[in-house]
DNA sequence: GTTGTTGGCCAACACTTGTTGACAACAGTA
DNA sequence: TACTGTTGTCAACAAGTGTTGGCCAACAAC
């Protein structure tokens, strides 16, 4: 709280609000209940009563339940620099770093619960991968021709290990532990990046 | 509608009764309507206006949503019999039968839908790939010990793939014909079925 | 001080949901 | 004929939804 005029004369910065705090909670709440309930289970009233303040409050500073969920959405899955690493290393690296990312950041859960019966989810979802994803494989297949193809059988693996594993919570898939799913998914996602089909 | 009255003089059959049209009619709208939009989002009341009949009849006839939801996605996965296949070529076998599976029969897709937010449709679902795809994989394993988890393997790679090309329909995966459906994901499935880690 | 603005709560709106019960049209049977 | 059980229609209920506007206290600027 110190410093509370700071400076922001220009460029993208926007002034401090008294309410950035609520703001905040409201995000975060929001995050929390589209990861566990997707999105029409999710309701402004819980989120509210998440963050302990009133529903109202909610719309006020995010107009409506749609462009809640896109401020709360937003994301960037930081794909790992792959350029330091071997190329037959680079199915386990990607493997890794996608079990890291949705353990440590729950909007990725809150994307896939809600993109399966929302359609901007899934519009979001589309984004993402076709953003994130599709570029590096760009730089990474063999034939750039391929690089869409390989980007989305990539998509396949991971989304679908996800689903298993913090969605339906399939038994077998629950008890994997990180070695051990690295060991098994990383040579599907190294073929999908790289090898010749 | 030819033979009305066949016999039904013992067994699990039970009397043909007037409205068995009108429960096949609820049952077929209500699959559809399960599929395209997932539990919360498929009303009684659009499930009723699909079969032409009012909602109460679907409540007489099904007792409640969840009784309802739980008839429409009675599903056998119907598994072929690999025994004449050559092991190399199983994961083909299993990708190809899946790929019309998931294309000739809503119920899976609306499990699918429904089971991302449904408590009770990921349970069905976890049901059908222990009862069906488990024994399976404890068939055709080399170690019977790691029969769960090949089997949970296979279910992420091709849920996986049926999300990405039914539910989010990634570009890249919705535009894979059969027979690349069946050259990329087939080695994948042949993996977990059947090489060691 | 007295303004104007912001942050928060409360009560209500209009609508949709699953679900229920009453009532009329019909079938089969005695 | 009258009686009984089935099929279907209609209207309503209670609960929950997203959303809106009014009200008041706390703050900021003068």
Redesign the pocket.
Known sequence: MAG?NACWHDGDMTAP??????RAAILTAARERFAADGF?R?????IAADA?????????YY????KLFAAAAEFDLRLPDLDGVPPEGWGAAMVAHFLDRWAGDEKLLALLRSGVTHEAAAERMREIFAAQVGPLAARLAPDPASAATRAGLIATQILGFALCRFVLRLPPVVDLDRDAAIAWLGPTVQRYLHDSV
Chains 1, 2 share one sequence.
């Open positions: 509370v609000r008294r309410s950035d705090a609520t029409e999710a309701t402004i009233r819980a302990s303040i009133d529903p109202s409050l909610v719309m006020r107009g409506n339940k749609e």
